[in-house]
């Protein structure tokens, strides 16, 4: 599987890519923001997106949405880890399209538990 983990964050990206690794996931792109993990997904065939809520210039949330309208990845399992817990936003995250959620922090466990959750059986 191919993953593009999408967070503003260089140490959560590491932290995220470095437990998709343990996980035995090797094929990963990294962007910093929704505009960004958007040009990723325009030039590269991805398996699922791991995203944050909070980050500059496109969140999570508009990101995902932006994704869902795109034939070509609206379909796209995506997972999203964040640091939002309240009730409402994961309500709206699911609304957007999200496949499953993550509050951090996460146990690796946990991590994978959600993923496989996400992918389509």
């Known amino acids: 599987m191919r993953f593009l983990v999408v ?3 260089s140490t959560m990206r590491r932290i995220i890519i470095n437990t998709l690794n343990k996980l035995g996931h090797q094929e990963i792109l990294e962007a910093s923001n929704g505009r960004e993990g958007m040009e990723r ?3 590269s065939d991805v398996d699922m997106v791991i995203t944050d809520w909070n980050m500059p210039e496109m969140s999570g949330i508009e990101f995902i949405r932006a994704l869902r309208t795109v034939d070509k990845v609206k379909n796209l399992p995506v997972l999203m880890v964040t640091t939002n817990a309240a009730k409402d936003d994961i309500v709206e995250a699911l609304r ?3 496949n499953n959620y993550i509050v951090k922090p996460f146990t690796p466990d946990t991590f994978k538990e959600k993923i496989e ?4 059986k």
């Not at 959750?117 to 389509?120: D, E, G, L, T, W």
Request: hydrophobic share 55%; no cysteine; proline share 8%.
């Open 7 to 9: 967070d503003d964050s």
């Open 41 to 43: 997904l325009n030039a």
């Open 96 to 98: 957007a399209g999200v």
């Open 117 to 120: 959750a996400a992918i389509p």
